[in-house]
């Protein structure tokens, strides 16, 4: 029987050995709600805390800027509810968003806002020539999802940040991709807000985060109690926060050898991939890209044909983002990239982390170039 293989870590990633241990450990001794007055409650406060610390000071932020949600998806639609609420004019976005951010946008359009698409180039980065050519003085935010969840490209966001600076337009950076794979530094981007969710990067689902910049006020999107200051109602989770925390600290502690490790392992699929199914077509091959992400077309396989046959050979891979999953359209990142449909349609993502090895490459690689052979075969 063949071993099975994860390469869908964009979709979700395993929890970190280490991470279950500080959870275990919390549930026991941190499980009151940390908002209560005895002694329990007092003992869950200071893991909350710390937690709260340790995240900021991966993520170059200060602790009063870290909000904790539910994760990715509620943090995007908090800040995009939050920072458009009442107002009229425009919302810029990156064309071929993350659905988190397409969908909450599209809801502010039904309250009278208009939508805006960034394009991007072939390489699926943004064309810093259109920023001029934007309605500054009648937009109120801009959303760009800095690495993306499909293609992996990752956006130099300097100048557009500076322009949204300039002009005291609201930023939102999706960096749910980005953050536990690379460096994120919430002051160098410069950005309003930051969404970010644990179960990317080994840590627990079911939580995440939203950095909000200092002095930025939010209406929130959750009522009921006043946690967070106020701003997202809910008894906090502490130990899927501590977590996360953890999890975050891990990345931080090895980050230099994890991404050195899955870039080598990402490098190595595509150079077999290249060598044994020859046509193909990666995706952003010469724009920055995640460490762990590949992105490919085989033209003249199908996606849904190869991601059922894939999964017969046991190897876990997806067509992109799993949010939107079911639909058999091309994904709207790959068309904004100027791919044909067709190119679309038999594209798959491969998405690694520091856990898979170089022997689960290989056979991959075998696995899959039979797979292709066969399909085009017919």
Known sequence: MKSRIYFDNNATTKILP??????????????????????????????????????????????????????GTESINSA?????????????????????????????????????????????????????????????????IVAHNETGVIQNLSELSELCQQHRVPLLIDAVQAVGKISVSFRKLKATALAFGAHKFHGPRGIGGLLLKRGVQLPAFLEGGHQESGR????????????????????????SFRMEQVGKLRDRLQQLLKETCNPVIVHGEHAPRLPNTLSVAFPGADG????????????????????????????????????AAEVCKSSVRFSLSAQNTMEEVESAAQRIASVVARLRAG
């Open 80 to 144: 995009i509810y939050g920072l458009t609420l009442g107002r009229k004019g425009y919302i810029a976005l990156t064309a071929g968003e993350h659905p988190a951010t397409t969908a909450a946008c599209e809801r502010a359009r039904q309250t009278g806002l208009k939508l805006l698409n960034l394009g991007v180039d072939a390489s699926g980065l943004l064309k810093s020539e259109q920023y001029n050519d934007l309605p500054w003085n009648e937009l109120k935010l801009v959303c760009v």
């Open 232 to 255: 997202r109602a809910g008894t906090e989770p502490v130990p899927l926060i501590a977590g996360m925390a953890k999890a975050l600290e891990v990345f931080d502690r090895d980050q």
């Open 304 to 339: 849904e044909a190869m991601l059922v046959n894939f999964d017969l050979e046991g190897i876990a891979c997806s067509l992109g983002s799993t949010c939107a999953s079911g639909s058999a359209e091309p994904a709207p990142s790959l068309l904004a990239m100027g791919c």
């Open 18 to 71: 280490e991470v279950a241990d500080v959870m275990t450990s919390a549930w026991q001794t941190a499980f009151a709600n940390p908002g209560s007055q005895h002694s329990f409650g007092r003992d869950a406060r200071p893991l909350l805390e710390d937690s709260r610390e340790a995240i900021a000071r991966v993520l170059d932020a200060d602790a009063s800027e870290v909000i904790f949600t539910s994760g």
